[in-house]
């Protein structure tokens, strides 16, 4: 499976971007790559996904290398709510099972 | 709240002792998986199901550890003789099948405690 890399912990201002970096240089042509958060005390949740183009949604956007290799999360304006751990996964390519391979995944700290 | 529940929240029991957990998914979902999280670390993978069948188990799930999921809706997790190593956060997620991409949902896990 496909691994990913991200760094382990980030600190942002509250109300400025933030740019979360990942790293996937072994991804696979049908690799997807999926970005889920996780609150304190609480499961993962989607944030956005992505294969080859820039994507946007109403939580974030997804800036996708045009060689795939890498992606940023991209947050508009970080608030307190979301300090979170951000994981960047890549979709395993078995045969439908769509499970996903966590990693560490990255703690953001948003200060006040 | 993502609609998948779990139950119960949290579970202390002795070393040795067997433990059950719930998860009740969104009820359109045909797919259920369940993970399993350790302090600092990402959710790791367990075992999925399409409907009732369980498809996929993963490597960490030894022979103490039984999934089912009898009428294609709820999950049921045992742990049979339970060791302090399988103290972590267990976690459910579910799934629809249809459609060009549908992402999982997770509810809030199952805390295990093994003294």
């Known amino acids: 499976d496909a691994k990913t890399t991200q760094p382990n912990s980030m600190e942002s201002n509250e109300e400025e971007p933030v740019h979360l970096p990942c790293n996937h240089s072994?991804?696979?042509?049908?690799?997807?790559i999926h970005w889920y958060r996780q609150l304190p005390s609480q499961g993962p949740e989607y944030v956005i996904h992505?294969?080859?183009s820039n994507v946007n949604n109403r939580m974030a956007s997804l800036a996708i290398a045009e060689d795939r290799k890498s992606s940023t999360l991209i947050l508009h304006r970080a608030t307190l709510r979301d300090a979170a751990v951000y994981y960047c996964i890549l979709r395993a390519p078995t045969s439908g099972t769509y499970k996903y391979i966590f990693g560490t995944g990255t703690r953001l700290k948003v200060l006040a | 709240d993502t609609g998948v529940s779990q139950d119960p929240r949290h579970k202390i029991t002795k070393r040795g002792q067997n433990v059950t957990f719930r998860c009740d998914p969104i009820?359109?979902?045909?797919?259920l998986y369940w993970y399993r999280q350790t302090l600092g670390q990402g959710p790791e993978f367990l075992t999925y199901?399409?409907?009732?069948?369980?498809?996929?188990k993963s490597r960490l799930l030894s022979d103490r550890f039984s999934a089912e999921r009898p009428k294609g809706s709820f999950s049921t997790l045992e742990i049979q003789r339970t060791e302090q190593g399988d103290s972590a956060m267990y976690l459910c997620?579910?799934?629809?099948?249809?459609?060009?991409?549908?992402?999982?949902?997770f509810g809030p896990g199952t805390r295990l405690t093994v003294l």
């Open positions: 992505g294969l080859t």
């Open positions: 997620a579910s799934r629809k099948i249809s459609g060009p991409y549908n992402e999982q949902f």
């Open positions: 199901f399409q409907n009732e069948a369980q498809l996929e």
């Open positions: 072994t991804i696979s042509g049908t690799d997807y």
């Open positions: 009820s359109e979902h045909n797919r």
